[in-house]
Structure formats: structure tokens, C-alpha cells
């Protein structure tokens, strides 16, 4: 089993690209999140998917779209990237909600110029 | 919403010592309260969690610690090793599918 996954490792856009973070687990959980990791910060959620077919906002939503494209995969969606977006990116899952143990993926490192 | 304020920042121990990492939350409302640990490069991976209805739980060299009335919970590590060596996240949940993220302890355990 490979966990969670996330593509790309790293990425490299100027302002006003776009781009889409994907991330795929196979450990059949229903839920699944996106954090940025900022120094000094900690972990912010960005969205989150309590179950196929849901989405919602979690602490910093702004300049971000996902799509829960089917129980496995969850994508993130930078429509017009701008410098504050320059962060760490982890992709979660977990079997059911926060009491449950969160499985991260590898990390997405993207900088925006 | 719910506030998770961490300390300290960073935290230096010899080897063999203990280390201790405070946590404290705003919402009388969370009943959750995991710590994750992340090696230098790597995600941050669960090494212990609490519900509000224990007031303590160990796990080999761990233990986590909660007081309710007081709004705080902390990680003891015993006998530290380099391995030890991480950054170190207390979180809390605020609702059912939300955790709000302390900042973070950098553990360096000096050989």
C-alpha cells in the first residue's frame, strides 16, 4: 500500500499561473484535507472532504478550489497564484473525522514568484 | 474559533533527559487532542492522542497529559534519544472533521 500520495514533489509558478495539486490515497478513508505548513505557523487547513461528494472551508479557503473527484482522490486548485502562496502543501486522509488518526502525504513545496 | 497556542518554540535537551511541550486551547468544546511529530523532510505522522474524558495516557517514553478546567495539555518525553529529534505539533479539534494546529516545538537532544 502506498498511503496517501501527492503530486508534483515541487513546484515553481509566477504570479497569475494556475495550477492543480493532486493527491490519491488507497487506504479506503472517507475523509480526506489539505494543509499549508508555513514556518512558525503549524498546520492550517485549507479544505476538507468529510466524504465523497462533500467539500467544505476550513481555516484559510481564500485562492483555493478542491474537488473530491471520487473516494480516493481529492484535488487542490490555485486559480491565480499570487506570493503568499509560497508554502508547503500536505494532503491527509482519515477513516472517519478529526478523532480518527490523519495519514499525511509527502508534501508538495511550492513557490510562487 | 479555536486557538492552540504552543511552548515552547524550540527545545533543547541532553540525551537521556526529559522534555516537556505545553499546549493550551481557547473552546471548552474540543474533546481531541493529538500530537504529531515531523522529522527534518518528512510528514507529520500521529504519536499519540487523548479524548477529554482521560486525564492521562502513556505510551512506552510518551505521555500526554490533559487538564480540562485549565484548558491545556502537554507531551512528556523520558529518556530522550537523538531520534527523538523533530518537530513536534499539539492540535485540538474543533468540530467534528476540523484540528487546529499548535505552531510547532523544535526538539533538538544533544548526544
Known amino acids: 500500500n502506498a498511503g496517501v500520495t501527492q503530486t508534483p514533489k515541487f513546484q515553481v509558478l509566477k504570479t497569475g499561473q494556475s495550477m492543480t495539486l493532486q493527491c490519491a490515497q488507497d487506504m479506503n478513508h472517507n475523509s480526506m484535507y489539505w494543509y499549508r505548513q508555513d514556518p512558525g505557523m503549524g498546520l492550517r487547513l485549507i479544505y476538507y472532504?468529510?466524504?465523497?461528494?462533500?467539500?467544505d472551508k476550513g481555516e484559510v479557503p481564500n485562492g483555493y478550489n478542491v474537488s473530491r473527484l471520487n473516494k480516493r482522490e481529492f484535488s487542490l486548485r490555485l486559480e491565480s497564484a499570487a506570493p503568499s502562496q509560497t508554502s508547503v502543501y500536505f494532503c491527509?486522509?482519515?477513516?472517519?473525522?478529526?478523532?480518527?488518526?490523519?495519514?499525511f502525504g509527502p508534501g508538495t513545496r511550492l513557490t510562487v514568484l | 474559533g479555536e486557538n492552540v497556542e504552543q511552548h515552547p518554540s524550540t527545545l533543547s535537551v541532553q540525551e537521556g533527559d526529559s522534555a516537556v511541550i505545553k499546549c493550551t486551547y481557547s473552546?471548552?468544546?474540543?474533546?481531541?487532542f493529538p500530537w504529531y511529530k515531523q522529522e527534518l523532510g518528512k510528514r507529520p505522522q500521529l504519536i499519540i492522542d487523548i479524548r477529554s474524558n482521560v486525564g492521562e495516557k502513556k505510551d512506552q517514553r510518551i505521555a500526554v497529559t490533559l487538564n480540562k478546567t485549565a484548558k491545556h495539555f502537554s507531551l512528556h518525553i523520558t529518556e530522550t534519544q537523538p531520534e527523538d529529534s523533530a518537530v513536534y505539533f499539539c492540535a485540538a479539534s474543533i468540530n467534528d472533521y476540523k484540528l487546529s494546529f499548535g505552531a510547532g516545538t523544535t526538539v533538538t537532544v544533544r548526544a
Open positions: 491527509a486522509s482519515s477513516q472517519g473525522g478529526s478523532y480518527n488518526e490523519q495519514f
Open positions: 472532504s468529510a466524504s465523497e461528494g462533500t467539500t
Open positions: 473552546d471548552s468544546a474540543s474533546n481531541y
